[in-house]
């Protein structure tokens, strides 16, 4: 069964603190995606990875870096937290060809004071 | 610009009754076309999808779509609302029949959501 899990479910952080949201997949997916969720702005892609050591920045990216350094795994990390960033961040994976269907994680509440 | 819109943020039914999500897009190529569920708290879990083909598709927990170019839509359905159906719902379109990999084939655009409320 595909599974994608992020490392943690609720996260509260101080304003200037580095922050790491973390991602695991476990269907030897390609492509990988960061999106942050707020009301009444659904979802919003802050960046994506197509293969290990790829990034490219989706449409919210300030603010906000990446690391993919296994196939499996895609890091979003916050370099100095802001209450701005107080958020739900999903993690998905898909493979890059065929249906690219994408598999979301259950969703890290990142809460910054 | 391609662009996915949801047009209800918040609908209510009742318990029973039937059930119609809109959702229109704007896609220079043939689309891949998606709804997604989130229940409260989780991530997104994927209703139905089309690809190709017969444009009327099925999908989990009795939920179907159908396509329809001419309107540039995919409307979700359920024929019978159930309580467990209180979730937002979110349609979303991606690059349909596009070849090779990598890049930003594989990205999906969003529409804002609908969030259902199932009244007993």
């Known amino acids: 069964d595909v599974k994608v899990t992020q490392s943690s479910r609720y996260l509260v952080k101080r304003t200037g603190e580095k922050v790491f949201l973390e991602c695991v997949q476990d269907?030897?997916?390609?492509?990988m995606f960061w999106y942050r969720q707020d009301p009444g702005l659904g979802l919003r892609l802050i960046y994506f990875s197509y293969d290990v050591k790829m990034k490219e920045k989706g449409d919210i990216p300030e603010g906000y870096s990446v690391s993919r350094e296994k196939k499996e795994r895609f890091s979003l990390i916050l370099e100095s937290a802001s209450t701005n960033q107080t958020s739900m961040y999903l993690c998905a994976s898909s493979l890059a060809g065929g249906e690219r269907i994408q598999y979301f994680g259950a969703g890290t509440r990142l809460s910054v004071l | 610009a391609q662009s996915v819109t949801q047009p209800d943020i918040h609908i209510t039914v009742s318990e029973g009754a039937s059930l119609e999500l809109r959702c229109n897009y704007s896609y220079g190529a043939t689309p891949y076309l998606f709804w997604y569920v989130q229940s409260p708290g989780q991530g997104l879990q994927l209703l139905l999808k089309?690809?190709?083909?017969?444009?009327l598709v099925q999908g989990i927990k009795g939920f179907e779509a159908e396509f329809k170019r001419s309107q540039s839509s995919f409307n979700l359905r359920k024929p019978s609302v159930h309580w467990s159906d209180a979730a937002e719902y979110f349609c979303?379109?991606?690059?349909?029949?596009?070849?090779?990999?990598?890049?930003?084939?594989?990205?999906?655009?969003f529409g804002k959501g609908t969030k259902l409320s199932v009244k007993p």
């Open positions: 089309y690809f190709s083909g017969d444009t």
């Open positions: 269907m030897d997916h390609e492509n």
């Open positions: 979303a379109v991606g690059a349909g029949a596009v070849r090779g990999y990598g890049g930003s084939q594989g990205n999906l655009i």
